[in-house]
Each structure stands twice: as C-alpha cells, then as structure tokens.
C-alpha cells in the first residue's frame, strides 16, 4: 500500500493485488464491527481484485 496524494480533503492510495484480499477479507468477515463507509470501500476493493483476476478459460480442444 501506498499514499500517493493526502490533504484536507481526500487521500489518493495505490494498493498492490496481492494485498487486496488481506485488507478486504477481515473486514468482510467482521462487518458487523465497522461502519458503512468502511464496508463500501471494502466491497469495491474486493470488486477491483476480481476484475484484475483473468476469468478466460480456452473451451477444450478449441483447435483440434
């Protein structure tokens, strides 16, 4: 994780793929703990780590 931009007013931060599911996976798993917004951010974190995941599977002997 990285801060890349802090004022006032907002923080920019750049995390890593391989640390999203450590951030996200306790906070889901203790939601009843943390507030809206925490669990809005985690949600879109956990969102962004499934969509940087390749889902494409080659269908089987697609060449033969």
């Known amino acids: 994780m990285e801060v890349i931009h802090k004022d006032d007013q907002s923080i920019t931060i750049r995390f890593d793929k391989k640390d999203l599911a450590k951030i996200v996976e306790p ?13 809005d ?3 879109l974190l956990a969102k962004q780590d499934y969509r940087t995941e390749d889902h494409f599977k080659q269908p089987p002997h697609i060449f033969d």
């Open 27 to 39: 906070i889901i798993k203790n939601a009843e703990v943390f507030a809206k917004d925490t669990l």
């Open 41 to 43: 951010i985690a949600y």
